[in-house]
T-cell receptor
Framework: NAGVTQTPKFRVLKTGQSMTLLCAQD?????MYWYRQDPGMGLRLIHYSVGEGTTAKGEVPDGYNVSRLKKQNFLLGLESAAPSQTSVYFCASSMIRDSRTDTQYFGPGTRLTVL | GDSVTQMEGPVTLSEEAFLTINCTYT??????LFWYVQYPGEGLQLLLKATKADDKGSNKGFEATYRKETTSFHLEKGSVQVSDSAVYFCALRGGGYNKLIFGAGTRLAVHP
């Protein structure tokens, strides 16, 4: 099992450019999440998905869109990148929604710089 | 809203020293509590968890006890190693929500 993988690992964009980050998991998990990690702020939830074809907003959704066309994939899109979106992006997945013992499994991250 | 507060880092220790990283939380209801660890260049990994008051989570020599009376979940290890150098995140998961709320993270550096 590869677990949770993210593509690409690094990316540099100019302001106004668009891009898509891909997250894939091979654990048959129902739930998937996108977080951003900024210095001194921990991780903040951008969007999440409770299953194929569904998405929902998290804590900081503005400027991002997501899609979950296949159960194993969760895409994060930036339509018009801004310097404030410079961050490290983590994808995670989990199996069960309501279990108190639910564990989220994280990918290795994508470091995005917007100039 | 729910929140997690961790002690600021970095924490610098010599090998075999005792480690405590403080974590307190604010939440309604009875959240589950977690410690995640992030090694350099990697994603977060679950280190340990506790789901109810007085539960003790443990893994790889690390321990944390869910203290409802003090709303705390402090991470401890009796003898740290250089390989424990990482960033440690305390997190909570509230009832009815399917998201984790993270603290800001505490960087630990262990020197030989």
């Amino acid at each position: 099992n590869a677990g949770v993988t993210q593509t690409p690992k690094f990316r540099v964009l100019k302001t106004g450019q668009s891009m898509t980050l891909l997250c894939a998991q091979d654990m048959n998990h129902e739930y998937m999440y996108w977080y951003r990690q900024d210095p001194g702020m921990g991780l903040r939830l951008i969007h999440y998905s409770v299953g194929e074809g569904t998405t929902a907003k998290g804590e900081v959704p503005d400027g991002y869109n997501v899609s979950r066309l296949k159960k194993q994939n969760f895409l994060l899109g930036l339509e018009s990148a801004a310097p404030s979106q410079t961050s490290v992006y983590f994808c995670a997945s989990s199996m069960i929604r309501d279990s108190r013992t639910d564990t989220q499994y994280f990918g290795p991250g994508t470091r995005l710089t917007v100039l | 809203g729910d929140s997690v507060t961790q002690m600021e880092g970095p924490v610098t220790l010599s090998e075999e020293a005792f480690l405590t990283i403080n974590c307190t939380y604010t939440a309604t209801g009875y959240p589950s509590l977690f410690w995640y660890v992030q090694y350099p260049g990697e994603g977060l990994q679950l280190l340990l968890k506790a789901t109810k008051a007085d539960d003790k989570g443990s893994n790889k020599g690390f321990e944390a006890t869910y203290r409802k009376e003090t709303t705390s979940f402090h991470l401890e290890k009796g003898s740290v190693q250089v390989s424990d150098s990482a960033v440690y995140f305390c997190a909570l998961r509230g009832g009815g929500y399917n998201k984790l709320i993270f603290g800001a993270g505490t960087r630990l550096a262990v020197h030989p």
